[in-house]
């Protein structure tokens, strides 16, 4: 890395973010890139450095001081063990918006996944259809030997399910029992695609709480992705279209939105900081994320969960463990809920997972970046878990769930992964009980 610098640019980041590091080092071991690397400027407190020389145009953003701030998997582990209250997320975010994406290959695909695909509900299908037939005929694996160490990640990417299952949720999905209340429910956008079972689960689950659950029919995409990987600008105008979205289809009075994707609560919960600049539009995040709860937050109020534990039914014990998302423990502080909602499960013997709270290496779209780092990462929590003798792996985020599944896929271990919702609604009778799928599928 260049530095001193004569003359660099002083880049624009959130810089008084980073004067809030008082450099104690406790970060340090809570992080996995520093852990894995030992560097310093692959932990928390190197990073903060790095952008302040930056912010106050000490250094270059030359390559090794880019590939180090890219390499930062955004997990937040660092921010939970900050005695100095350190912004670590808003601060990466702000940085990674000023610099340079390294690389070709990463800077078109940001462009084509931030800018043409997710934004675009129906290139999104349209693709996810597109990569399912291609499943289908096995390209991908006939592909992987030409792609190295992306073409193993492309090769594991868990199967698109068939249509049916990639459908939209009807815009109001009815109370199944007496209707106690209503709330609105995010669908997301890979989480649509990829996991649509999971978005069924969980307005079942609500639905046997007494909820009516409303959906906004023409909703894309929060833009958590884009914030977290610097695109801010886009980030800002697909916070905007959600938060319209939701305030479309509000009655009388605001209502409850309910994310079952910890990436996608943890940047809505913080919208507000998409525009500190823009009064108006302030105060409408302001309103939206205060209605903004994780799905296993809003279950886990004591008195659904005791509407929820009288509908269980028993069934015959299966070990599992849960594996926190960073945007969930990390991100918004929610880890006792997930836990206790397993606990009331009458077949389920959770087990507890040293690893749980560190990153699996999923991170957005760091797995698709960086294979080796992100499946490194995997590999020794998959050890732990097989250690543990659990048979089913439970986690909260669409990323996560994919990445363990292609994990267990590459490690050749019938493993399933579920989302919480899908656990939770195969213990109220669920109909197609599942999972990820674990192989290609043979017809679309
Ligand atoms: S966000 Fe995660 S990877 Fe990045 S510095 Fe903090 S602990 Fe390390
Ligand atoms: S724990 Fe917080 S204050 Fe201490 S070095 Fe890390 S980021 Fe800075």
């Known amino acids: 890395m260049n530095s001193p610098a004569t003359g660099a640019r002083r880049l624009p980041l959130d810089y008084d973010l980073t004067l809030d590091c008082i450099h104690c080092g406790l970060c340090l071991n809570s992080c996995p890139t520093y852990r894995e690397s030992g560097r310093e400027s692959e932990g928390p407190r190197g990073r903060i450095h790095l952008m302040r020389a930056l912010g106050e145009g000490r250094l270059e953003p030359d390559t090794d001081c880019v ?72 390209l991908p694996r006939l592909m992987a030997p030409l ?14 399910p068939p249509a049916d299952q990639r459908r939209s949720l009807p815009s109001i999905s009815p109370s199944t029992s007496e209707s106690l209340e209503t709330v609105t429910m995010l669908e997301g956008c890979i989480q649509r695609q990829l996991f649509g079972t999971v978005n069924r689960a969980t307005a079942q689950t ?24 610097g695109d801010l600008e886009e980030a800002r105008q697909l ?73 269980f039914k028993a069934g015959p014990e299966r070990k599992l463990a849960w594996d926190d998302p960073c945007h969930l423990c990390h991100g918004q502080e929610i880890s ?34 960086h294979p080796e780092e992100s499946n490194a990462l995997l590999d020794a929590k998959i050890e732990e878990f097989q250690a543990s003798g659990a048979e089913l792996l439970v986690t909260a985020n ?47």
Not at 88 to 97: D, H, I, K, V, W
Not at 147 to 160: D, H, N, Q, W
Not at 257 to 285: K, Q, T
Not at 411 to 424: G, M
Request: hydrophobic share 40%.
């Open 67 to 138: 590939q180090a701030l890219d390499s930062c998997l955004v997990c937040r582990n660092c921010e939970t063990v900050c005695p100095a209250g350190v912004q670590f997320g808003a601060l990466m975010e702000s940085a990674r918006n000023q610099l340079p994406a390294p690389g070709l290959v990463p800077r078109f695909l940001r462009w084509l996944g931030f800018r043409v695909v997710l934004p675009n509900r129906r290139v999104l299908a349209l693709l996810a259809g597109v990569v399912r037939l291609a499943q289908t005929l096995h």
């Open 147 to 160: 792609l190295g160490s992306r073409g193993a990640t492309l090769a594991s990417m868990p199967v698109f």
């Open 206 to 229: 609500l639905n046997a709480l007494g909820a009516d659950v409303l959906t906004p029919a023409d909703h894309a995409c929060c833009g958590a992705l884009h914030a977290h990987n």
């Open 239 to 311: 916070a905007q279209e959600t938060i319209q979205a939701f305030e479309a289809i509000d009655g009388s009075a605001p209502l409850p939105i309910v994310v079952n994707s910890a990436g996608c609560g943890a940047h809505m919960s913080e919208y507000p900081r998409l525009f500190a600049d823009d009064p108006d539009w302030l105060a409408r995040a302001n309103a939206f994320s205060e209605r903004v709860t994780d799905f296993s937050k809003f279950v886990a109020q004591p008195d659904r969960a005791r509407r929820l534990q009288a509908q």
């Open 336 to 369: 006792a809920e997930p836990r206790n909602l397993l606990d009331l499960i009458p077949a389920a013997k959770r087990v507890e997972l040293a690893s749980s709270q560190s990153c699996c290496g999923s991170a957005g779209i760091h797995a698709l970046l």
């Open 398 to 444: 669409p990323g996560c769930q994919m990445h363990w599944q292609a994990g267990f896929q590459r490690a050749n271990l019938k493993v399933q992964t579920q989302h919480l919702a899908e656990t939770i609604a195969d213990s109220l009778g669920r109909e197609s009980p599942g999972g990820s799928p674990t192989s290609s599928p043979t017809k679309s």
